[in-house]
């Protein structure tokens, strides 16, 4: 009866210690969002910076992300995910404390690098420590409610800041994401991971310290980049570079096409069927193969974005909105599920470090030339190529992972008969 219940012990998702993990990274992608709303206005008002300096904001904290996230993932594999978790958040929470001295341009988006490359390494570590402490049968569905507690922070945190900055109280706004940074490092230092799988258990001296004769170890591309993850995270370099138009450029549209009163209830619409549905995705992705989520997904997320294109009235945004959270919702977890999956469970760390690196440089490379298409055409034009965009994936999708996987599966299959 004790072996009973200790293996139902391991196959449940909502333990204490997964909620840590989910709480931590709600309030670290929080204060993410809340800065990448409230910031540029910042510049503005207070800085008295121009347009190209309101992008350098968002642009420069990309830079230090994409720096971070090639050793994100190998500190996390070779030093531990929880000491960099807390590592990662420490810097994190120090870099919004140094924004209270930032008087000048240049000092301001100096932190903003720092911050970057400290965003990249807690989300690395906290991602690849929530699925260490999922089990492996219901991986998809664990890493779905993980993802799931991201996209609420990406409905609140772009309302929460520009409430925060309603007064252009910059004090109170830096106060108000230290607190919310400081909650993100304090449940990061409360979570326990799997004995099997924690840091301090196992010698890392195989791993970190060579043999004195053999010298030190020299430093490959294959200790940043995990092989098995870069197929699919070349698929989510092209979605993420769809989904900038999404994010960067929407309230401009809803001016453009008089419905601003409708762009926080978009970004609602977009979240909430996320959550809706992240159940059932979850689901569908343990109990039967990722194309089931894959080609669906992508083809309401596809829809959604032309479907935007087109849009003039209120109720056709919101409801474009509500397909592509569907298609997103899906999609993303879809992908960080099988980063993990394809990498053998020491180089989870890499993997995980390799699909961000790649989303990450899909997001800042596609607001650029995104907007690059909006300025030569127009925001319409924009969205329908968005749109292409995210259906042009499913020829690399094909290509790079499922007829690979299936070639594996008959290979494997011949192999077992012989």
């Given amino acids: 009866m004790g072996l009973e219940s200790s293996g139902l012990l391991r196959e449940r998702i909502w333990t204490k210690d997964f909620i840590v993990v989910c709480l931590s990274s709600f309030f670290m992608f929080l204060t993410f969002y ?8 910042y510049v503005k008002d207070s800085l008295h910076g121009n347009e190209q300096q309101m992008g350098l904001v968002i642009t420069v904290y990309v830079i230090g992300g ?14 531990g995910k929880k000491r960099m ?47 260490s402490i999922i089990p492996e049968s219901r991986q998809g569905e664990g890493i779905g409610y993980y993802s799931m507690f991201m996209s609420i922070a990406m409905a609140v945190g772009p309302a929460l800041g520009i409430w925060l900055w309603k007064d252009e109280n910059v004090n109170f706004l830096l106060l108000a994401v230290c607190i919310i940074a400081a909650l993100s490092l304090a449940f990061v230092i409360g979570m326990r ?25 020299r430093l490959q591309w294959s200790d940043f980049i995990e092989p098995k993850a870069l197929p699919i995270s070349l698929v989510g370099f092209i979605v993420s570079f769809a989904y900038s138009s999404l994010s960067g450029f929407f ?31 979850g689901k569908v992705f343990d109990k039967y193969k990722e194309h089931y989520l894959y080609y669906p997904g992508v083809a309401l997320f596809a829809v959604g974005l032309i479907l935007l294109s087109q849009a003039h009235s209120g109720d056709a945004v919101l409801l474009s909105g509500s397909i592509m959270g ?49 300025s030569f055409t127009d925001y319409r034009m924009m969205y329908a190529t968005a749109g292409v965009m ?18 594996l599966t008959v290979h494997k299959k011949q192999t077992e008969t012989v």
């Fill in 34 to 41: 809340i800065l990448a709303t409230a910031f540029p206005l």
């Fill in 326 to 374: 569907i298609g997103y919702g899906a999609l993303l977890p879809c992908f960080q599920t099988l980063a993990v999956k394809l990498a053998p469970e020491h180089r989870r760390g890499s993997a995980m470090g390799t699909f961000f690196l790649l989303f990450d440089l899909g997001y800042g490379f596609g607001s650029y030339f995104m907007g690059m298409i909006a």
């Fill in 85 to 131: 978790a807390v590592f990662g958040l420490s810097v994190f929470l120090l870099a919004c404390i140094a924004y209270f001295g930032a008087t000048g341009m240049l000092l301001f988006l100096a932190i903003r690098l720092i911050h970057g490359f400290a965003y990249a390494l807690s989300s690395t570590a906290t991602s690849t420590a929530a699925s």
């Fill in 251 to 281: 309230a401009s549209f809803a001016q453009e096409i008089h419905q601003s009163s409708i762009t926080s209830l978009f970004f609602l619409a977009f979240a909430a069927m996320i959550v809706l549905f992240r159940p059932v995705i």
């Fill in 193 to 217: 991971l799997p004995l099997q799988k924690a840091e301090g258990l196992v010698p890392t001296s195989t791993t970190v310290e060579p043999e004195p004769s053999e010298g030190k170890k």
């Fill in 390 to 407: 995210a259906l042009l994936s499913v020829v690399f999708y094909y290509v790079l992972h499922h007829r690979l996987r299936g070639r």
């Fill in 66 to 79: 994409i720096i971070g996230r090639p050793f994100s993932g190998l500190w996390v594999d070779r030093f």
